[in-house]
């Protein structure tokens, strides 16, 4: 606003703790809105994002589950569509120079509207050099009377969806500093977690969890449930230090506790439903697909691409996984399906009914060591 522009603020739902959506009002006028707009996006959030990275078995340097990176192309889609209906020349963010978010929001706005204008506050240097840091905003917000969360005495930043809670800055940017007790949000301590394991259920249909022990729920609600039966056990926090995109190293804590759950049933469905070929192919371009959704290009080609690949290989994804949820672990104890491609009887180590000949063993096994046989024979005879 102090720009000259007439600014229109967007709160969007993504199944963050909203208590008070009066406060929220408020806090954008008091922040110069001309006008405040809340939409909630939740069920889109879970079913259009979370469930395709599900679908991909997704992990960023083999931790993380992406809970941040997949709000970001929902969150530039919604604003790019407000900017549409309300005539705006212009949308803004108020991501860091330093950061992920940055390249997330802008490179989502630019696929979605290339003749977008976008405002950056803290890529302004009358902004940044009057405000270099957390320190400084936070004084901000207190002579103008705007709440936020962050405080002197909980030095440390957070970010909150249905798929997780992220924290960083602060305290946490020393990586060798554990992190608080009090700081996590949605689980409770491993320690703390009941002493009795529980048994749940999930259902798939073409690799879309929607029942468990049972129920049935809507995608969102579904994320609900699980984030409070694997916050109750102690699941789902990691620590990890991350590569960002633009080139520096980044500590996170993260809290996850139904994204977790979904993660580890879902590859136990796949499993029993998908051959070894189509779980290598998937397997080999997993990390491709949580780089280009880290990096924020979901609205890229090749991510369309993948996306579409994916739901493909989702059709026979169905059954019914068995976990146990007990002080921080979350263990398959069975899976069954009606496309299960294992066969017991041809499994078995008893005598089978006829359908496997241990003879076919061995031509097999000879084809598939001809080049180890002709490597190590040229081996023996360079020693000669």
Not at 125 to 135: L, Q
Not at 139 to 153: F, L, M, T
Not at 184 to 192: M, N, R, V
Not at 206 to 234: C, I, M, Q
């Given at each position: 606003?102090?720009?000259?522009?007439?600014?229109?603020?967007?709160?969007?739902?993504?199944?963050?703790?909203?208590?008070?959506?009066?406060?929220?009002?408020?806090?954008?006028?008091?922040?110069?809105?001309?006008?405040?707009?809340?939409?909630?996006?939740?069920?889109?959030?879970?079913?259009?994002?979370?469930?395709?990275?599900?679908?991909?078995?997704?992990?960023?340097?083999?931790?993380?589950?992406?809970?941040?990176?997949?709000?970001?192309?929902?969150?530039?889609?919604?604003?790019?569509?407000?900017?549409?209906?309300?005539?705006?020349?212009?949308?803004?963010?108020?991501?860091?120079?330093?950061?992920?978010?940055?390249?997330?929001?802008e490179l989502s706005y630019y696929a979605l509207n290339p003749n977008i204008r976008v405002v950056a506050p803290w890529k302004i240097p009358e902004f940044y050099k009057k405000y270099p840091g957390r320190t400084e905003l936070l004084a901000y917000a207190e002579k103008y009377g705007i709440p936020v969360k962050a405080s002197k005495e909980q030095p440390w930043s957070s970010d909150e969806n249905l798929m997780h809670i992220s924290f960083e800055s602060g305290m946490l940017e020393d990586p060798w500093?554990?992190?608080?007790?009090?700081?996590?949000?949605?689980?409770?301590?491993?320690?703390?977690?009941?002493?009795?394991?529980?048994?749940?259920?999930?259902?798939?249909?073409?690799?879309?969890?929607?029942?468990?022990?049972?129920?049935?729920?809507?995608?969102?609600?579904?994320?609900?449930?699980?984030?409070?039966?694997?916050?109750?056990?102690g699941i789902g926090r990691i620590d990890m230090v991350e590569s960002r995109f633009v080139g520096m190293k980044n500590r996170?804590?993260?809290?996850?506790?139904?994204?977790?759950?979904?993660?580890?049933?879902?590859?136990?469905?796949?499993?029993?439903?998908?051959?070894?070929?189509?779980?290598?192919?998937?397997?080999?371009?997993?990390?491709?697909?949580?780089?280009?959704?880290?990096?924020?290009?979901?609205?890229?080609?090749?991510?369309?691409?993948?996306?579409?690949?994916?739901?493909?290989?989702?059709e026979p994804v169905n059954g019914t996984v068995r976990l146990e949820l007990y002080k921080g672990n979350c263990m398959v104890t069975g899976r069954k399906s009606p496309n299960s491609l294992y066969d017991e009887d041809m499994a078995t180590m008893e005598a089978d009914q006829g359908t496997y000949d241990p003879q076919d063993a061995i031509g097999f096994i000879k084809l598939h060591a001809l080049p180890l046989r002709i490597q190590a024979g040229l081996k023996a005879n360079s020693k000669t």
């Amino acid at each position: 606003a102090q720009q000259g522009y007439e600014v229109i603020a967007l709160c969007l739902d993504l199944g963050q703790k909203v208590e008070d959506l009066d406060a929220i009002l408020e806090k954008g006028k008091k922040a110069g809105a001309a006008k405040v707009l809340i939409e909630n996006v939740e069920e889109e959030f879970v079913q259009d994002y979370v469930f395709p990275s599900i679908h991909w078995n997704a992990l960023y340097e083999g931790t993380y589950l992406l809970g941040t990176s997949l709000a970001r192309p929902l969150i530039s889609k919604k604003q790019i569509e407000v900017a549409g209906r309300e005539g705006a020349v212009a949308v803004a963010h108020g991501a860091t120079g330093k950061g992920n978010d940055q390249v997330r929001f802008e490179l989502s706005y630019y696929a979605l509207n290339p003749n977008i204008r976008v405002v950056a506050p803290w890529k302004i240097p009358e902004f940044y050099k009057k405000y270099p840091g957390r320190t400084e905003l936070l004084a901000y917000a207190e002579k103008y009377g705007i709440p936020v969360k962050a405080s002197k005495e909980q030095p440390w930043s957070s970010d909150e969806n249905l798929m997780h809670i992220s924290f960083e800055s602060g305290m946490l940017e020393d990586p060798w500093q554990a992190p608080l007790p009090e700081m996590f949000e949605l689980s409770q301590s491993p320690e703390e977690a009941p002493v009795e394991s529980q048994e749940i259920l999930i259902e798939f249909l073409k690799g879309n969890p929607f029942a468990v022990d049972g129920k049935k729920f809507s995608p969102a609600k579904l994320l609900t449930y699980l984030n409070e039966l694997g916050g109750r056990h102690g699941i789902g926090r990691i620590d990890m230090v991350e590569s960002r995109f633009v080139g520096m190293k980044n500590r996170g804590v993260y809290e996850t506790p139904g994204g977790t759950i979904l993660h580890i049933a879902h590859r136990a469905m796949e499993s029993i439903t998908l051959n070894r070929g189509v779980i290598n192919l998937k397997d080999s371009l997993m990390p491709r697909f949580a780089q280009l959704t880290y990096d924020g290009f979901w609205f890229s080609p090749e991510m369309e691409i993948l996306l579409e690949m994916v739901k493909k290989t989702q059709e026979p994804v169905n059954g019914t996984v068995r976990l146990e949820l007990y002080k921080g672990n979350c263990m398959v104890t069975g899976r069954k399906s009606p496309n299960s491609l294992y066969d017991e009887d041809m499994a078995t180590m008893e005598a089978d009914q006829g359908t496997y000949d241990p003879q076919d063993a061995i031509g097999f096994i000879k084809l598939h060591a001809l080049p180890l046989r002709i490597q190590a024979g040229l081996k023996a005879n360079s020693k000669t």
